[in-house]
């Protein structure tokens, strides 16, 4: 069974913290910033969460979107499960909260 992990932003360092199901923190996070992770990795072996900015190829035309939680699943900026597209190279560029005008540029 594969952990289940989540990141928020701390307001006060400014700096994401992770942390799994039961562990306990006292810092001030923004709770809309919380974002799971989707339990895969992009193709530099980074980790892929929730509100994380991906940058992909569909039919040789670039894509850069957003992770969401839609229907009971993971997708890529659209209502197809991102495990469908897992033989696409995905790469994270950023994420929603620090990042927002990568996806101005669509």
Not at 13 to 41: C, E, H, M, P
Request: some cysteine; proline content about 3%.
């Amino acid at each position: 069974m594969r952990e289940i992990r989540f990141r928020a932003w701390d307001e006060e360092s400014k700096k994401w913290i992770y942390f799994n199901v039961g562990q306990r923190y006292s810092l001030r996070v923004d709770a809309t910033t919380i974002g799971q992770y989707i339990g895969l990795k992009d193709k530099n072996d980074k980790e892929i969460y929730e509100g994380d900015i991906v940058e992909w190829k569909y039919k040789d035309t670039p894509i850069v979107t957003e992770v969401i939680f839609r229907q009971g699943c993971f997708s890529a900026g659209n209502n197809i499960p991102i495990k469908e597209y897992i033989h696409q190279e995905f790469k994270v560029i950023g994420n929603i909260y620090e990042n927002p005008e990568l996806l101005e540029k669509k």
